[in-house]
């Protein structure tokens, strides 16, 4: 069995003050519509874990009723840390879950293939990320105003969600953060802790996630074109 566990509990600070960048709408619904469409449609998810800051279950439960999301779902709440709210995600899932699928909220344009082929890769190696390698020249400041120097690019990878593991790895990896007091805002990160190797999985489309206001029109784009590519 594969649970998903879409971590919906954080602020979005970089959004601006007072904005909820999950429930901004993009091509026709709010952005954590889109993402939850995306798992409930994906044929390797058993079910789904929603990690929701608590006092907004209902607007979740109303969104699932609006959009006809049919599957098996839960709504836990999340905790001080994304960590933390991971933790809450995998003490909900069920007892006979092998494998799971975390999931940032303001990811929407994640393809089932991407799902998929983390999935089998976490399969084979314990734990998986959906990556793409680094293209831009990157620099290092000291002072935030001029170059250190620059950075080697070749061995470079931007990580994203999906990230997906076998269940008791990444809960042994997340105890071992715990243990250490570490405060980790990557779940693949924690894997590291426990020497865990983590399969690289590369996006073979874009999968952004929503972080300021710029970012909108590039996914409302890109949501268009899966909408278009989808079998009628």
Do not use: Y
């Not at 971590?7 to 026709?28: F, I």
């Not at 993402?35 to 109303?62: C, K, S």
């Not at 089998?120 to 170059?147: C, F, M, N, S, W």
């Not at 080697?152 to 269940?167: E, G, H, I, N, Y």
């Amino acid at each position: 069995m594969t649970s998903a566990i879409i971590v919906a509990a954080g602020q979005g600070t970089r959004m601006g003050a007072h904005v909820d960048k999950l429930w901004l709408e993009v091509a026709g619904r709010p952005v954590i519509a889109h993402t939850w469409a995306r798992f409930n449609a994906a044929r390797n998810i058993d079910e789904i874990i929603l990690v929701v800051r608590d006092g907004m279950q209902p607007r979740f439960t109303e969104l699932a009723r609006q959009f006809h999301f049919q599957k098996k779902f839960q709504l836990v709440p999340g905790g001080k840390e994304r960590q933390d709210s991971v933790g809450n995600g995998l003490a909900a899932v069920s007892a006979d879950a092998e494998m799971v699928v975390i999931q940032d909220a303001a990811r929407p344009c994640t393809t089932e293939e991407l799902i998929a082929a983390t999935l089998q890769a976490a399969r084979e190696t314990g734990a998986a990320v959906a990556a793409q390698p680094v293209t831009d020249t990157l620099k290092e400041t000291a002072d935030g105003q001029l170059i250190s120097h620059t950075v080697d690019r070749s061995k470079l990878w931007a990580v994203q969600t999906p990230q997906t593991f076998r269940v008791e790895v990444i809960r042994r990896a997340l105890a071992a953060a715990r243990e250490k007091n570490l405060n980790l805002t990557d779940d693949t990160a924690a894997c590291e802790l426990i020497s865990q190797p983590v399969r690289l999985v590369k996006s073979a489309t874009p999968n952004p996630k929503v972080t300021v206001p710029a970012d909108l029109p590039f996914i409302a784009a890109l949501l268009s074109q899966l909408a278009a590519q989808r079998p009628a």
